[in-house]
């Protein structure tokens, strides 16, 4: 069962991941690939609260008043499940942030949340932020220089709730997904000794 979801979660995140480095938009049939794999791990380990949490979660990402609703269901799951549940919420919780800040566009979302689902441990959290930071400092600090990059860096620091500025740096995240997923379902097993999904 593990070889069946690692590969066909690589197969979504090779499609995204294709699509959005030629037109930079993730397709539908990849990003709800993603949540439904996601959704499928949680239950297959009997983990119903997370996956009943993991449903309404996506559903609170449009926002508004659903932001609410996101957080008084984030505590109410990490209140019934305890602290096993963290990784889960306080992912799902950070990328819900990310796309309403607009940092993330909702088919990063999806596959960010999607991922989550799968791994919902601290491990999969820990690739998808460190990956992402590594992401960005390396185009960063390519495009601008050391010195440059060190300047724009604290810019966007300083600017978090601004609008996105014309020199922001635009990438296909989908490519990052597709490293953190590789990673994750075929890497980590073999260092950890163990089978994550």
Not at 32 to 51: C, D, P, R, S
Request: charged share 10%.
């Amino acid at each position: 069962m593990n070889i069946l979801v690692a590969s066909l979660a690589t197969v979504f995140l090779i499609w995204a991941a294709r699509v959005d480095y030629r037109i930079r938009k993730i397709p539908r049939g990849a990003g709800f690939g993603i949540l439904a794999i996601g959704l499928f791990v949680l239950l297959w380990n009997q983990l119903w609260v997370e996956a009943l949490f993991f449903v309404i979660a996506i559903w609170c990402t449009s926002g508004g008043i659903w932001s609410l609703v996101l957080i008084l269901i984030s505590m109410a799951t990490v209140f019934l499940q305890g602290e096993a549940s963290l990784p889960l919420v306080l992912g799902i919780v950070l990328v819900s942030l990310f796309f309403w800040m607009r940092w993330f566009g909702g088919g990063d979302a999806q596959l960010a949340i999607g991922l989550i689902g799968i791994g919902h441990d601290w491990t999969i959290l820990a690739l998808l932020a460190g990956c992402t930071i590594l992401s960005m400092g390396i185009l960063v600090f390519r495009r601008y220089g050391f010195s440059n990059g060190i300047k724009r860096v604290r810019y966007v620091f300083q600017h978090l709730s601004a609008k996105p500025d014309a020199n922001a740096i635009h990438t296909p995240w989908a490519l990052i997904a597709l490293i953190v997923g590789i990673l994750y379902l075929w890497f980590w097993p073999l260092v950890s000794g163990g089978n994550p999904v």
